[in-house]
């Protein structure tokens, strides 16, 4: 098998429909040599029917990151369909609507808890579970949203990923002395279903359309997909705890 991750095996979370980020990384890792295995998170069944229009189809693995007993036995499960695993895509988030759109000033700690849980905490999570499998030159690799600047209407998922994105600069210091990478890719905004739960989105359509440098597709996942699967790959073994931002450049310019 060629490819840039030819002979790789992948964790990858985060598919829910084929708009998904995780569902690009997935297709295009399996169409550059990667075997991959999906975890699903609820509509298991929904997302087995995702996972068979990839070019090779996908054993699926029911995870909740917020689940203990899911994720003590992710290992086992995992090993049920390869030996081993090189990457792990962290490609989850989800907030409660009173951390959205507005709500900042109001959300309650309970929903909040939530949002940090599944969208910060889990990247930890996630990468503990999956360590037992994997061996010196593995890489983790979650999505971010440039956490830099506070945006109107991503409230308190914008300080979920300021956490997410000092966990992975936590988890490059804790994990280097194995040989593992924590990297993630901040995207620009995509059409996703997480997405589409956000109130007040289309700002964020809106600003890229008009400031992005290099223009900024809504629908088009492979850009950030691509950004995955070079930090997964043998290319950047030399970093960690980094940001690759896929934007358009819309980061670098300012207002
Ligand atoms: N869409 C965007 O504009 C955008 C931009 C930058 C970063 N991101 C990030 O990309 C990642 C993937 O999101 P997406 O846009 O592809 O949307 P998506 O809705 O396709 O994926 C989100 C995934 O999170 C999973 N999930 C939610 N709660 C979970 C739990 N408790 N356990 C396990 N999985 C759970 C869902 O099942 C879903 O598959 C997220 O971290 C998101 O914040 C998205």
């Known amino acids: 098998m060629s490819g840039l991750l030819a002979g790789k095996r992948l964790l990858v979370t985060g598919v829910i429909t084929d708009a998904s980020i995780a569902f690009s990384v997935a297709k295009l890792a399996q169409e550059n040599g990667a075997q991959v ?4 998170f609820g509509r298991l069944s929904l997302v087995e029917r995702i996972a068979k229009r990839l070019p090779e189809p996908a054993p699926v693995i ?4 917020t689940n203990a007993e899911h994720l003590a036995s992710l290992a086992d499960r995992v090993r049920e369909h390869v030996d081993g695993l090189d990457g792990v895509v962290h490609s989850i988030g989800f907030a409660p609507q009173s951390c959205l759109g507005g709500g900042f000033l109001d959300a309650p700690w309970e929903d909040v808890a939530t949002a940090l849980h599944v969208s910060t905490f889990s990247y930890k999570s996630l990468a503990m579970a999956a360590l037992p499998l ?6 983790v ?3 971010t949203f440039d956490a830099t600047k506070a945006w109107p209407v991503y409230d308190w998922m914008g300080v979920a ?7 992975s600069r936590y988890l490059a210091m804790h994990l280097g002395k194995q040989g593992i990478r924590s990297n993630l890719v901040a995207a620009g905004p995509l059409r996703t279903i997480a997405a589409k739960s956000i109130p007040g989105f289309d700002q964020f359509e809106d600003a890229w359309a008009e400031r992005a440098p290099l ?3 809504l629908t088009d996942q492979e850009p950030a997909a691509r950004a995955c699967l070079a930090l997964l790959s043998d290319w950047f073994p030399a970093t960690t705890g980094e940001i690759v931002h896929v934007d358009g450049g819309y980061h670098a310019i300012g207002s």
Request: no cysteine.
């Open 134 to 139: 994997m061996s010196p030159g593995g890489a």
């Open 215 to 217: 223009g900024w597709s």
């Open 161 to 167: 990923k300021a956490g997410l994105e000092s966990a």
């Open 37 to 40: 295995v999906l975890t699903g």
């Open 62 to 65: 029911e995870v909740d990151v």
């Open 141 to 143: 690799v979650g999505l």
